[in-house]
């Protein structure tokens, strides 16, 4: 008894001790909840652990961007950041800043690009490392991002501590596979074709050929900037569309290249997508309400200028919008602001080690500088615009061909501005 | 024969004038073809030069790939308008 009595007392200040340890690894395994060192494919480890991290929810029409932008500024040696991403549907993406909806924020694996040192090779190719997200407390993103006007998702005023810029525009195209003979689509087809149907149209004598399978409709959730961007085009809303909705691009495409009727098969994606498929589908050239002839995003079927696009001929395109956290007045992380002046061709300081209005251009979207239209809302009518500084000769030499007189330093330009090494119209 | 050079060259010379004038204020035909065109490129004869509406801006002249298309659409109202959706 005289033993047994202390031996009682370890006992229970054993399990205390091993409560408290528990407890101790339940509180850490709330905050880091893996292990896995950050830098390498094996992942995922800590998104915490990564060197100045910025976390970003985008559309997954932004991948390539997130992929690109973030590979560059691992390596920017005048500030070096991590971009720490996640992609979901715009209107999403807009709900979780405007609310903080859901209130346990992200909790889905992140996605970042590995530094030249991590992986030499990586490129927008390329599968991005990943990291678990710091779920105590629930984490928020320093920047959200909608594809596309943010009142086509709410007529919301934003919140007073939400800035919203506005960064490069984003196209959005009707593909079908490679190997069919129609060229272009006009807004009225679409508006039956889509708001109607196939069956229904051939029930009223009305086909649309050769759209005539209800089964290769392929579209996207109510909630992305893809259908919403082509529903303001064409006039019907998005809940009203016929087709199955997916919910990636990456499935849109799946579906597109698999189809069991290719001949009868179309479906939306972004611009950006089908650049990189142009061997396996083909982009319909699209005829606006009103228009008397229909155009490629770019000034022919095999250019990459996105010309018409930038100058009003094609019109289904929508800017990216940009949302930052704000004290009212100032940002939150002004590292966050650094990387959406950024990506909005604004200039930032320290200067980077890249040009970002290059990257921006290289995974298919177009800067400010090079757009000469604007509207106002999604699918609104578009007007001219004049960008502070032109940017179209070296944006142009970026995804095609310039025809631009070059410049330097001792060869200045006849007319025009000498910037970035070409003659610029202002 | 003079005569007809003379016609077709006074033909050709309106065609030209009123095709693509610089006035911005063109309003030819809504399409250069009865049928399917095509793709064609160059500059198109019912286009605007100095566009300043959103209808120019659309139909503003460009040396842009452009494909005419004229399907058949039944439902169409006469006007060319949409009938209400389903």
């Known amino acids: 008894?005289?033993?047994?009595?202390?031996?009682?007392?370890?006992?229970?200040?054993?399990?205390?001790?091993?409560?408290?340890?528990?407890?101790?690894?339940?509180?850490?395994?709330?905050?880091?909840?893996?292990?896995?060192?950050?830098?390498?494919?094996?992942?995922?480890?800590?998104?915490?652990?990564?060197?100045?991290?910025?976390?970003?929810?985008?559309?997954?029409?932004?991948?390539?961007?997130?992929?690109?932008?973030?590979?560059?500024?691992?390596?920017?040696?005048?500030?070096?950041?991590?971009?720490?991403?996640?992609t979901s549907g715009s209107c999403a993406n807009i709900d979780l800043m405007y609310h903080h909806n859901p209130q346990a924020g992200i909790t889905a694996t992140m996605s970042y690009a590995p530094s030249q040192a991590e992986a030499a090779t990586f490129t927008t190719a390329s599968t991005p490392f990943t990291c678990t997200p710091t779920t105590t407390p629930a984490l928020f993103p320093d920047i959200g991002n909608s594809a596309l006007f943010n009142s086509a998702c709410t007529q919301e005023t934003p919140p007073s501590k939400l800035s919203l810029t506005i960064g490069p525009r984003q196209g959005?195209?009707?593909?079908?596979?490679?190997?069919?003979?129609?060229?272009?689509?006009?807004?009225?087809?679409?508006?039956?074709?889509?708001?109607?149907?196939?069956?229904?149209?051939?029930?009223?004598?009305?086909?649309?050929?050769?759209?005539?399978?209800?089964?290769?409709?392929?579209?996207?959730?109510?909630?992305?900037?893809?259908?919403?961007?082509?529903?303001?085009?064409?006039?019907?809303?998005?809940?009203?569309?016929?087709?199955?909705?997916?919910?990636?691009?990456?499935?849109?495409?799946?579906?597109?290249?698999?189809?069991?009727?290719?001949?009868?098969?179309?479906?939306?994606?972004?611009?950006?997508?089908?650049?990189?498929?142009?061997?396996?589908?083909?982009?319909?050239?699209?005829?606006?309400?009103?228009?008397?002839?229909?155009?490629?995003?770019?000034?022919?079927?095999?250019?990459?200028?996105?010309?018409?696009?930038?100058?009003?001929?094609?019109?289904?395109?929508?800017?990216?919008?940009?949302?930052?956290?704000?004290?009212?007045?100032?940002?939150?992380?002004?590292?966050?602001?650094?990387?959406?002046?950024?990506?909005?061709?604004?200039?930032?300081?320290?200067?980077?080690?890249?040009?970002?209005?290059?990257?921006?251009?290289?995974?298919?979207?177009?800067?400010?500088?090079?757009?000469?239209?604007?509207?106002?809302?999604?699918?609104?009518?578009?007007?001219?615009?004049?960008?502070p500084t032109s940017c179209t000769c070296r944006y142009e030499a970026t995804v095609d061909a310039s025809s631009c007189d070059t410049c330097s330093a001792t060869t200045p330009c006849a007319t025009g501005i000498c910037r970035d090494g070409y003659c610029e119209e202002f | 024969m003079r005569a007809l050079i003379l016609a077709t060259i006074a033909a050709l010379a309106l065609a030209f004038v009123t095709g693509c004038s610089d006035d911005g204020n063109n309003s030819g035909p809504k399409d250069a073809a009865a049928i399917d065109a095509g793709p064609s490129s160059g500059p198109d004869a019912s286009c605007f030069t100095n566009p300043t509406t959103y209808n120019e801006i659309i139909n503003a002249c460009t040396t842009a790939q452009k494909i005419y298309k004229h399907p058949n659409l039944p439902l169409l109202g006469s006007a060319g308008s949409l009938p209400p959706l389903p």
């Open chain 1, 172 to 387: 959005y195209v009707l593909a079908m596979p490679r190997g069919t003979s129609e060229t272009a689509i006009t807004a009225e087809e679409a508006y039956f074709l889509f708001g109607f149907g196939p069956t229904m149209l051939q029930a009223m004598s009305a086909a649309i050929m050769p759209w005539v399978d209800e089964g290769q409709l392929w579209i996207r959730l109510d909630s992305k900037s893809t259908l919403l961007a082509w529903a303001a085009n064409i006039s019907v809303p998005a809940a009203k569309w016929h087709g199955t909705k997916l919910n990636g691009s990456a499935d849109v495409v799946n579906a597109l290249l698999t189809s069991a009727n290719p001949a009868a098969a179309i479906g939306i994606l972004g611009s950006e997508v089908y650049d990189n498929l142009r061997g396996s589908l083909t982009v319909m050239a699209f005829r606006a309400f009103g228009q008397y002839a229909a155009y490629y995003p770019d000034s022919t079927a095999t250019s990459r200028d996105k010309k018409n696009l930038r100058d009003g001929h094609y019109t289904v395109w929508s800017p990216t919008i940009w949302m930052l956290n704000t004290d009212g007045t100032n940002p939150v992380n002004p590292d966050a602001k650094y990387v959406v002046d950024m990506i909005a061709g604004h200039p930032v300081t320290p200067a980077p080690t890249f040009e970002p209005n290059v990257t921006v251009a290289g995974v298919g979207l177009v800067p400010d500088c090079a757009m000469r239209v604007q509207r106002t809302f999604e699918g609104g009518p578009l007007s001219l615009y004049t960008p």
């Open chain 1, 1 to 86: 008894m005289l033993v047994a009595a202390p031996r009682l007392l370890r006992c229970t200040a054993m399990k205390r001790l091993v409560v408290i340890a528990l407890a101790a690894g339940l509180m850490v395994a709330g905050s880091r909840p893996s292990e896995a060192a950050c830098g390498t494919a094996a992942g995922p480890c800590n998104c915490s652990d990564l060197p100045n991290p910025i976390y970003l929810q985008v559309g997954d029409t932004q991948l390539n961007l997130m992929k690109a932008l973030g590979r560059q500024l691992r390596d920017n040696t005048a500030k070096p950041i991590t971009l720490v991403w996640v």
